[in-house]
């Protein structure tokens, strides 16, 4: 398939952006239209408490190529970034975030690959500028992690930045669970996937949403229960290591009755460490179980993902999605 003359969409979920959006699109723009290419730009307001929902309309005004959806109420950059999948109409598909740390000069060298055969190309982080070194350390730490216990290979230091085919992100649609981690998802669906390097860069402009570490923990929960069971699997480990330990500690105990001096058994301090110490293990593991089984009844009640106030340049696209998604066909909503 010639792929020189197809549309390339763009999707950038956007949480209280409004300083960041026109830079966005004036990047944008001169990249691809420097490139001959043809073009959208979906942007999708994740329940934004600034203007960033009025800049979407104004930008959707001066260039049709701009569409915007904007949420009911922040539902999450994961779900924001599904809701752009979902209604992007290109051949190609490149998720980015909006604050310009993921540059759009990057786009002509993902087109490239693409173009060579690639059905995912993603961004890999050779260096990342403005962070702290505490982020920096534990996304190295993150990605490892999961690497090793996970049975999907998710590459190394990449975020969502990443161009996919239309096939892909086909096969995405057709994933409906609510607690999503795209980073591990696009390399479930497999197909021909390869990396480029590239520098991040500082925000252009407003705060970083993602930093403190009550963000980061649910993310990293939701990506280690969505692909991985060895959390399960060392409870049960733990439990086992325990009952080896207490299984020696029987032995001693007899061992110490019959042929030595009872002192060291009396009192009640090793009682009670040795009974804590248990609880602690047994809290620990309820806990991992209820994280499985707190994302199992998220999913049993079946709710939508999300739910679309208002819409600019798309037809006819649904209110939210319910179940199963839409076609493939769907183009997306008019105005509300």
């Known amino acids: 398939m010639d792929k020189r003359n197809e549309l390339i969409s763009i999707v950038a979920p956007v949480y209280n952006e409004e300083s960041v959006l026109d830079a966005l699109y004036e990047r944008v723009r001169a990249v691809l239209d420097g490139q001959g290419e043809q073009w959208e730009l979906v942007l999708v307001n994740d329940g934004s408490?600034?203007?960033?929902?009025?800049?979407?309309?104004?930008?959707?005004?001066?260039?049709?190529?701009?569409?915007?959806?904007s949420?009911?109420?922040?539902?999450?950059?994961?779900?924001?970034?599904?809701?752009?999948?979902?209604?992007?109409?290109?051949?190609?598909?490149?998720?980015?975030?909006?604050?310009?740390?993921?540059?759009?000069?990057?786009?002509?060298?993902?087109?490239?690959?693409?173009?060579?055969?690639?059905?995912?190309?993603?961004?890999?982080?050779?260096?990342?500028?403005?962070?702290?070194?505490?982020?920096?350390?534990?996304?190295?730490?993150f990605y490892r992690l999961i690497h090793r216990i996970?049975?999907?290979?998710?590459?190394?230091?990449?975020?969502?930045?990443?161009?996919?085919?239309?096939?892909?992100?086909?096969?995405?649609?057709?994933?409906?669970?609510?607690?999503?981690?795209?980073?591990?998802?696009?390399?479930?669906?497999?197909?021909?996937?390869?990396?480029?390097?590239?520098?991040?860069?500082?925000?252009?402009?407003?705060?970083?949403?993602?930093?403190?570490?009550?963000?980061m923990l649910p993310f990293a929960l939701d990506a280690i229960t969505s692909f991985s069971y060895f959390p399960l699997q060392l409870a049960m480990i733990m439990g086992f290591v325990m009952a080896a330990i207490s299984a020696v500690g029987i032995l001693a105990v007899i061992l110490v009755r019959l042929l030595g001096p009872h002192e060291p058994l009396l009192g009640q301090?090793?009682?009670?460490?040795?009974?804590?110490?248990?609880?602690?293990?047994?809290?620990?593991?309820?806990?991992?179980?209820?994280?499985?089984?707190?994302r199992i009844y998220d999913e049993v009640k079946g709710r939508p993902l999300y739910l679309i106030q208002q819409s600019w340049g798309l037809e006819d696209a649904p209110l939210g999605r319910f179940g199963p998604p839409m076609s493939s066909d769907s183009s997306s909503v008019s105005e509300r």
């Open 269 to 294: 301090a090793t009682t009670l460490v040795a009974v804590l110490f248990l609880g602690s293990v047994q809290l620990i593991c309820l806990g991992i179980i209820g994280e499985y089984l707190g």
């Open 49 to 69: 408490r600034d203007s960033s929902a009025e800049v979407i309309a104004r930008l959707h005004e001066r260039d049709p190529r701009v569409k915007g959806l």
């Open 71 to 141: 949420f009911s109420r922040n539902f999450g950059f994961q779900i924001a970034a599904t809701a752009g999948l979902d209604h992007a109409r290109g051949d190609a598909i490149i998720l980015t975030d909006a604050d310009l740390q993921d540059p759009p000069e990057v786009y002509p060298a993902m087109l490239e690959q693409w173009r060579a055969g690639y059905d995912v190309v993603y961004g890999v982080r050779a260096s990342r500028e403005g962070e702290t070194w505490f982020k920096v350390t534990t996304a190295k730490l």
């Open 150 to 215: 996970t049975s999907i290979n998710i590459p190394l230091d990449t975020g969502d930045f990443r161009l996919m085919d239309r096939r892909v992100v086909n096969s995405l649609r057709g994933m409906n669970e609510r607690n999503r981690f795209l980073r591990g998802m696009v390399p479930w669906v497999g197909f021909r996937q390869i990396g480029v390097e590239y520098h991040r860069a500082a925000r252009y402009a407003g705060e970083a949403k993602f930093t403190s570490v009550k963000k």
